[in-house]
Structures are given as structure tokens and as C-alpha cells.
């Protein structure tokens, strides 16, 4: 059964250093997301990707990250300059439709020290 | 209103008993109701997916959505020990894309 993954599945940096966390959606997906969940609180959604463009954020996305599509297979999420709160869990997610099911990765945690 | 209320457990229940996980949601443009399951340190599974209200089953699971009181429902029958994990509802509105989700109930099955 395809699923999504992602690199690495454990991240340490120090604060300051641009992090890049990769994810590869499910092939015939079209919509593809990030999220983050801070350890012991709710999953939070950062981002939806659609024909190679945001189409939607939320607060936390800001200028600190963005993400891409390099090519055809892989989805990244980058932060530029790490801070301590944003360790966490980033998940990726992709669907075939935006009102489709979203299927999520294993996740990346993050530790910022 | 974005917000998505849940439970918060942790629930307990000895094998082969009836679970039932509950959520209540603010937002009316939600139109899409889900059930993740989520083992420690793993990502969100998804076990059921409704549209609007109504029940939807599958196996033992059973999903259920009444809009008129904005209630979001997970029944679970003879619950097993590898049920154990914790349940997160997610509501998605018709325009936008982002899932809202509630803070989880954590649920162990004891044999």
C-alpha cells in the first residue's frame, strides 16, 4: 500500500541553523501538507501545497519557513533560522483531492537546542 | 472558530468492552469529519472518513456525525489490546484544506 515518507526521522540542530525536512507524498497525490505537533498539544497545521504554490497558511508559518517541490517525487519544509520552540514533531501529508483524505507520514522530530 | 474539543481521557477499558470516543467541534463550515489513530512518537493513521452527518462503519469501528449538535462520535466494539493508542478527530471545512484537530483521547485496552 503506497504511504508517505519522510527524512530524517530525527533531527538535531542548534538554534540559529536552517533545517530542511523532506518528504515524499503518495505518488498520484496532488495536495500536500505540513503540520506539527509540539510534544503533549494538538496537531497543528503549517501549510498546504497545491500546482507547485502555497494554497493556504496558518499564523505559524512564517517567514522563517517555506516550502518547495524540487522535483517530481520529493516535498520540503524549510526553516531557516531554528528557535528553541520549534521543536516538535512535522508531519507530511498529501491527498488526491483538497477535500480528500489526507494521509499522513511517520514524521520528523525536531529538537532545536 | 476553529476549534475542535475532545475528551481528553485517558480512558481505560478491559478487552472486548464498547469504546466511545467523543469530539465536539464550534465551526459550521466543517463538512468533513475524521478519526486518526496515533501510536507514541508515530504519525496519525487515518481510520474513518464521513462526509456531513450520519454513521459510517467499518469492521469495528463505527463513526458517527450529528451536525445539528456539532457531535463527532468513534464507537470502537470489542475492543482489543492492540487498540491501544491515542484518537484524534480532525474536521476539515469544504474551502479550506486545513485539518482542525482535537487534542487527542488516549485509550488502553486491557487483556
Known amino acids: 500500500e503506497p504511504e508517505v515518507t519522510q527524512t530524517p526521522s530525527h533531527q538535531v540542530t542548534q538554534m540559529g541553523q536552517e533545517v530542511i525536512l523532506r518528504c515524499v507524498p503518495i505518488?498520484?497525490?496532488?495536495?500536500f501538507y505540513w503540520y506539527r505537533q509540539i510534544l503533549g498539544q494538538k496537531v497543528e497545521f503549517l501549510v498546504s501545497f497545491y500546482n507547485n504554490e502555497i494554497s493556504e497558511k496558518s499564523e505559524i508559518f512564517d517567514d522563517q519557513f517555506s516550502v518547495e517541490r524540487p522535483d517530481g517525487s520529493n516535498f520540503t519544509l524549510k526553516i531557516r533560522s531554528t528557535k528553541l520552540e520549534d521543536s516538535a514533531m512535522y508531519f507530511c501529508?498529501?491527498?488526491?483531492?483538497?477535500?480528500?483524505?489526507?494521509?499522513f507520514g511517520p514524521g520528523t522530530r525536531l529538537l532545536v537546542l | 472558530q476553529k476549534e475542535v474539543e475532545q475528551d481528553p481521557g485517558p480512558l481505560s477499558v478491559p478487552e472486548g468492552a464498547i469504546v466511545s470516543l467523543n469530539c465536539t467541534y464550534s465551526?459550521?463550515?466543517?463538512?468533513?469529519f475524521m478519526w486518526y489513530r496515533q501510536y507514541s512518537r508515530k504519525g496519525p493513521e487515518l481510520l474513518m472518513y464521513?462526509?456531513?452527518?450520519g454513521n459510517k462503519e467499518d469492521g469495528r469501528f463505527t463513526a458517527q456525525v450529528d451536525k445539528s449538535s456539532k457531535y463527532i462520535s468513534l464507537f470502537i466494539r470489542d475492543s482489543q489490546p492492540s487498540d491501544s493508542a491515542t484518537y484524534l478527530c480532525?474536521?476539515?471545512?469544504?474551502?479550506?484544506?486545513?485539518?482542525?484537530f482535537g487534542s487527542g483521547t488516549q485509550l488502553t485496552v486491557l487483556p
Open positions: 464521513t462526509y456531513s452527518s
Open positions: 505518488s498520484n497525490h496532488l495536495y
Open positions: 480532525a474536521s476539515l471545512s469544504g474551502s479550506a484544506r486545513q485539518l482542525t
Open positions: 465551526n459550521s463550515a466543517f463538512q468533513y
Open positions: 501529508a498529501s491527498s488526491v483531492g483538497g477535500d480528500e483524505t489526507q494521509y
